[in-house]
């Protein structure tokens, strides 16, 4: 049967040796039997980001960004070349490409460079020639030929791009869980697959922390109506397509739990109550590529206030010497942060027509004496950040409270 | 002091690892800090290179020469991206390019690719810009922009390649020995380093097994009259200057002697001694991109002959298959062969104008009873395959012969 064309991309874990690249070939080799046009996207082999990144921290505390870049894209070029020769292996005809030879232009944000553009012509040439395509994940060129790379995930980026270039029936997203579930099974042992999720839920559950796929790449999906199917490198097994909000999710108040502890709070103490002073605080952060999460101003007392917000704990330390020349620049007072931090969060569709499900949230956690930090809402979701040591038995509250291990069950007011 | 332009390159071993990458950088910012503009070409690090061909060989016996090209062009990309990494941690402004992104643009034999073109610019530009220029040796792209690889020693080859099109006052090509010996040191103890030695000799020397510099490069030298400078990455000693023929070195008869076990003897018998046969069997053998060195046709009794000749051990296996298809072919009779054949050289200029030099290399191989396979001459060299168990042996009784240990009193007739 003749079909249309899939992107297929493989993250790091699926191709971490070569037993598991001659899996992911005989995987290929199937898509292609089943009638497809196949493109695949393939990450580094398995920690290989991490060993290089590793050789430039044995050299240098502060690798230039555009250097760090031609080290580490290397690892996606070292897979694509070698699952092509395994796909020869098997009699397939493959050919693999570095970003910069499909033209995927970034702009030069060197470690977390946005796709501005992408020149699908060589890729169009090669599938017309009915070869399977292999592509680096990760990776493009600015526009003066540099190469660059998309940040962590990147490799997802790259396929929901291509998909959207080459017009791809679905974008498949092998990795080494089955989909996407209710909360993280190893925090809660009932949580159960959903099967169909809308992108808008999928995007505040990878931002709030679910490991499957990077934000970036889900509103890529969004923007252009891609259909996404998570699923396993390791079954036959069907995963988790996200797709558009369809009638039948909005059944369905709350789609999951998640907990992310990768971020850490900063408080400005005693800023000035004046107008224009959070935009002044927040445009200089955001001047230093920092990216802030949540973000609570506590009630002004005596003409002074508190600002606190969340950023990558990677972040932290730029973020800390920022804040106390911000301090310094708007007379405000001390600096302080807080690193064990967990930030829990329910998030669904239905929740938009319906009402108490922070309510029921924070039940969950005041019966089981979590105390509640920061709390933030949006249309789809509601976040706390609580102390890091309550994170998974919040989850694991949170999670049973609302009903979620029951399929068609979930959680209604 | 104000000077013009260095290449320097550094070979594999020279970046095998953190400490010796910081080692290189500090040898850069002398050259910086003598007043050089600097051009670097590093190959991979250590044995990356066949790392990552062992990785190819677990999926597949016969990769294809593209994919392996995109495969083992990532060594010298990680080199460059550290070492412009290590530069920078010592202060220095440096860059790192691949050798697509420098224009090295080549033909399209993968794996054995050749220079036909650099576009210079982007390297000018970045000199201008005062920075020192780091570029990944051993590598280009093809007119359909796919990575290509130059081949053994090919980081040499873009060095020599760069030095030109730069302009370079001098190529430097830093290796883990001390310059051109008059014999292998390990093989002939009293083996003494060359001050200055003419393309044409440096040319033999390569092609007949010195391991220092590939032949390709020499040729490219001397074409565009760079001089090149062999030294040791590891110490401040001049090494060994190669250049344009000077008056000084016509005294000299015997520049050195070499051994090269590398290749294997092929025969096919019976050969039709018929015009035009010749020519049948060495345009085939070139077709399968097969080099042929030495050639040797016996003289015809019974109407037909015996065309032995040597090729690169690594392609005997090919060349068997080839020579028995063209056996067939011309209707000649079986195919011998041996692979445990050593090639003994002596080179020098002075061997133009002086006669008895051939004589005097085969009496020291009579006079320690070592018998002669095949021999071939030129202007400047005499080679004679031996059994490869006397191979050392005869190196170390020409060296003698000729009294090659003794500086400005080598041998003259």
């Known amino acids: 049967m003749k079909r249309g064309l899939i992107v297929q991309k493989y993250g790091g ?6 037993v598991k690249i001659q899996s992911v070939a005989k995987r ?23 060993d290089l990144i590793s050789l430039a921290l044995q050299i240098t505390d502060s690798p230039a960004d555009r250097e760090l870049d031609m080290l580490i894209s290397t690892g996606e070029q070292v897979s694509c070349a070698l699952l092509a020769m395994a796909i020869h292996e098997l009699g397939g005809d493959a050919i693999s490409f570095t970003g910069a030879q499909v033209g995927i232009m970034t702009d030069n944000s060197f470690t977390k460079a946005r796709i501005i553009d992408i020149n699908a012509r060589r890729i169009e040439e090669a599938l017309k020639k009915r070869k399977i395509v292999i592509v680096a994940g990760f990776q493009g060129v600015d526009l003066n030929n540099n190469i660059t790379t998309l ?23 092998n ?11 190893r925090i809660v042992k009932d949580a159960r697959k959903i099967n169909r999720i809308s992108y808008e839920e999928m995007f505040e559950l990878a931002s709030l922390g679910a490991q499957v796929l990077q934000p970036r790449s889900i509103e890529f999906a969004m923007k252009f109506s891609i259909p996404i199917h998570v699923r396993s490198s390791y079954s036959n097994k069907k995963g988790t397509i996200i797709s558009k909000e369809v009638r039948a999710m909005e059944d369905i108040v709350v789609s999951g739990v998640t907990i992310n502890k990768n971020e850490a709070k900063v408080t400005i103490c005693d800023v000035p109550d004046k107008p224009g002073i959070a935009a002044k605080i927040f445009r200089e952060i955001a001047r230093q590529d920092i990216n802030v999460d949540m973000i609570v101003q506590n009630v002004s007392r005596t003409g002074a206030t508190d600002v606190s917000f969340t950023v990558p704990s990677g972040d932290l330390i730029k973020t800390i010497k920022t804040a106390k020349d911000i ?10 942060f807080d690193k064990d931090i967990a930030k829990i969060s329910v998030v669904g569709i239905g929740m938009r027509s319906h009402s ?6 924070f039940e969950a956690l005041a019966e089981n004496g979590i105390n509640i930090g920061m709390i933030s809402t949006s249309e789809i979701k509601i976040s706390c950040v609580v102390n890091a040591k309550h994170g998974q038995e919040a989850v694991r509250a949170i999670h049973s409270k609302f009903n979620l291990a029951k399929k068609g069950k979930r959680w209604t007011k």
């Open 13 to 18: 874990s699926s191709v971490a040796d070569v």
């Open 28 to 50: 290929v080799m199937k898509a292609r039997a089943d009638g497809y046009d196949v493109v695949v996207v393939v990450s580094a082999l398995g920690d290989t980001t991490d």
């Open 151 to 173: 940040g962590r995930g990147g490799s997802n980026l790259t396929a929901v791009a291509l998909a959207k270039v080459l017009n791809a029936e679905i974008c498949e997203m």
């Open 175 to 185: 990795t080494d869980v089955e989909g996407v579930f209710t909360a993280d099974p």
């Open 327 to 336: 301090s310094k620049m708007i007379g405000a007072g001390e600096i302080t």
């Open 356 to 361: 108490g499900i922070a309510a029921k949230m």
